[in-house]
């Protein structure tokens, strides 16, 4: 257990919804960062917020969203869904956003768009 | 740009063989080299890190990495697999002059250790 928790485990919905995943990081960290994996586009970084403020990103589409509130947890929110954002997503945090730090990694939401 | 390359999508190795799964990179500056491991529904698990010092890395489990700047590679190695091993494997790359602290992932490599 890495001490990252990721909420819903799985989430299913329709096309054109919107939904929000929702990441606490391990005690301590001020970093996290949110990835998507995917069959077709394998792992890949979407953005990273270190101490409530976004600090880096990555391969994110405009119609997803994320922010980090001041207890430190973050919430990534999808919207006007379809099918292609099917996926895995992963929450990691790190003790700081340096360069150094390993990420640890929540066990992941599925989601499923119809 | 930075990027990562794990060459073998499958890599089968016998119970008690030595394993190694392959990775090799590409950075404009120093690289930061990271191994993860995916088990069946669960999340990435850190093995272990390469920053500067020592070529050869020791990790959780029993794994190790070689480091090969002349190869750019950095392959990941076990003297001897466990069953327990299969899983996917991720090489990860960070390339400090491009400015981002996230990590680049390799394709993964699915490791499959026969009893």
Sequence with gaps: DSGVTQTPKHLITATGQRVTLRCSPRSGDLSVYWYQQSLD???QFLIQYYNGEERAKGNILE???????????SELNLS??????????FCASSIAGGIYNEQFFGPGTR???? | AQSVAQPEDQVNVAEGNPLTVKCTYSVSGNPYLF???QYPNRGLQFLLKYITGDNLVKGSYGFEAEFNKSQTSFHLKKPSALVSDSALYFCAVRDPPAGAN??????????TVIP
Excluded: C, I, K, M
């Design chain 1, 41 to 43: 586009q394998g792992l």
């Design chain 1, 63 to 73: 119609r997803f969203s994320a922010q980090q509130f001041p207890d430190l947890h």
């Design chain 1, 80 to 89: 006007s869904l379809e099918l292609g954002d099917s996926a895995l997503y």
């Design chain 1, 111 to 114: 989601l499923t768009v119809l």
């Design chain 2, 35 to 37: 191994w993860y491991v």
């Design chain 2, 102 to 111: 996230n990590l680049f992932f390799g394709t993964g490599t699915r490791l």
